[in-house]
């Protein structure tokens, strides 16, 4: 089996250390041969040991590069730029704590987050770390093209979409994703006295979604780098060492 692990980066949103971490954090903990691609806009100071390609064209408009990451459903395509076997796809602002190998051999088909297992709701898909067989979900680009503004003024997020229209969806183990919001943030006002937790020994990845992000547990200079009234006052010693370890700079 060919394994692929792709992450993109469009705009200015994340600097290119971000995609020079996560590769270096996959080598670090996935054995055997694999191929790295970023699908980008800009490959200025991306590693020459990641493979930078061009994010298809789907004909989506400005405003759904800004708002929604409908350019993540380019994954999808029939025939993404001759790439074959399994895909691993992975956010930007993800951290690599553990062994990576189980996550091309789990589940079948299409895999993906299931946020619902934090809030104790039901399942509700999370695109930020994604599994699936490259070119076999071609449907959802095709609808995409034929309805487009039908179907992202319907669901608004991209990954609303996904959950309703990939078809089965199975998702990863809970004991392998901690999210840094709901596990590892100290509760509010505890967070001003009390540093994050470390991830637990069983997670593979630390999920981040919106503020803050890896790089704001890392450099100095901002004073509080978290979304008020939450609070994170220091670097984080940890983050400090995942980033500097996989190639990051601590100033940008």
Not at 89 to 110: A, Q
Not at 166 to 184: D, M, N, T
Request: proline share 8%; glycine share 8%.
């Amino acid at each position: 089996m060919e394994r692929v692990v792709i992450c993109m980066k469009w705009g200015n949103l994340y600097a290119p250390d971000y995609v020079n971490v996560l590769y270096g954090a996959v080598k670090n903990n996935l054995n055997g041969d694999f191929r790295f691609v970023c699908l980008t806009d800009d490959e200025t100071g991306i590693t020459n040991d990641v493979e930078c390609l061009p994010i298809p064209e789907i004909g989506l408009l400005d405003s759904h590069w800004r708002v929604g990451a409908w350019p993540k459903i380019t994954l999808f395509s029939h025939d993404l730029h001759r790439l074959r076997g399994r895909a691993l796809f992975i956010d930007l602002d993800m951290v690599i704590c553990g062994n990576l190998d189980p996550l091309f051999t789990h589940g079948d088909g299409f895999v993906a987050v299931d946020e619902g297992v934090w809030t104790n709701s039901p399942p509700s898909t999370m695109s930020s770390l994604m599994a699936f067989d490259i070119g076999k979900l071609g449907h959802l680009v095709d609808r995409l093209k034929t309805d487009r503004d039908s179907i992202i003024s319907r669901h608004g997020l991209e990954q609303r979409y996904l959950h309703d229209a990939a078809g089965q969806i199975c998702y990863w183990p809970p004991e392998w994703l901690v999210s840094f919001k709901r596990h590892l943030r100290r509760p509010l006002l505890v967070d001003r006295f009390l540093p994050p937790l470390e991830p637990p020994s069983t997670a593979k990845v630390v999920v981040f979604h919106g503020r803050p992000r890896p790089l704001d547990l890392v450099v100095r200079g901002r004073h509080n780098r978290d979304v008020w009234p939450h609070y994170v006052g220091k670097p984080i010693p940890w983050m400090q060492d995942y980033w500097t370890r996989h190639g990051g700079r601590r100033e940008l």
